[in-house]
C-alpha cells in the first residue's frame, strides 16, 4: 500500500498556557525543549515531537489523547517525578500480563490538566 503510515511524527497537546506547559514537559518530564513562540512550543523524545499549541478554535479546547512515555524504571521515574511536584492519579500498577512481561503504568496530570502516563514493561517475576 503506498500511502502506508510510516511513523508517528508529532503529537499536538492543546494547552491553555504555553510558557507553563512548556517549562512543565521541560524541566519536570526532562524533554529537549526545540524552540516556542507566543503559541506554541515544539518537544522533542526519541525522535517523536511534542506540540504543546494554543487552541486554534474552540473545536481544539478538549483535554489531549494520553500521552505514554517510556521508562526503565517505574517506581523510580515515579518518585523522581514526584518530587519535581508533578501530580499522580495513581502510584505504579499492573495493567496487563502477557506471557512473561508485565506492562506497569502511573498516570498523571501535565501543567494543563491533560492525564497522561508513565509506562515500563518488566519480566515477570
Same mark, same amino acid.
Given at each position: 500500500?503506498?500511502?502506508?503510515?510510516?511513523?508517528?511524527?508529532?503529537?499536538?497537546?492543546?494547552?491553555?498556557?504555553?510558557?507553563?506547559?512548556?517549562?512543565?514537559?521541560?524541566?519536570?518530564?526532562?524533554?529537549?525543549?526545540? %524552540?516556542?513562540? $507566543?503559541?506554541?512550543?515544539?518537544?522533542?523524545? $526519541?525522535?517523536?515531537?511534542?506540540?504543546?499549541? +494554543?487552541? *486554534?478554535? $474552540?473545536?481544539?479546547? !478538549?483535554?489531549?489523547?494520553? +500521552?505514554?512515555?517510556?521508562?526503565?524504571?517505574?517506581?523510580?521515574?515515579?518518585?523522581?517525578?514526584?518530587?519535581?511536584?508533578?501530580?499522580?492519579? $495513581?502510584?505504579? !500498577?499492573?495493567?496487563?500480563?502477557?506471557?512473561?512481561?508485565?506492562?506497569?503504568?502511573?498516570? %498523571?496530570?501535565?501543567?494543563? *490538566?491533560?492525564? !497522561?502516563?508513565?509506562?515500563?514493561?518488566?519480566?515477570?517475576?
Amino acid at each position: 500500500m503506498e500511502n502506508k503510515i510510516q511513523k508517528i511524527v508529532q503529537i499536538g497537546v492543546p494547552v491553555k498556557d504555553v510558557e507553563r506547559a512548556a517549562s512543565f514537559y521541560s524541566e519536570k518530564l526532562g524533554l529537549n525543549l526545540l %524552540f516556542k513562540t $507566543d503559541t506554541m512550543a515544539f518537544l522533542e523524545t $526519541d525522535g517523536i515531537r511534542i506540540l504543546l499549541t +494554543l487552541p *486554534e478554535n $474552540d473545536s481544539f479546547t !478538549h483535554p489531549s489523547s494520553v +500521552l505514554y512515555f517510556q521508562v526503565e524504571d517505574i517506581e523510580a521515574a515515579f518518585e523522581a517525578n514526584k518530587k519535581q511536584g508533578i501530580t499522580f492519579i $495513581d502510584e505504579p !500498577h499492573i495493567i496487563a500480563r502477557m506471557g512473561d512481561t508485565e506492562t506497569w503504568m502511573a498516570f %498523571f496530570y501535565d501543567s494543563e *490538566e491533560n492525564t !497522561h502516563a508513565l509506562m515500563c514493561e518488566k519480566t515477570a517475576e
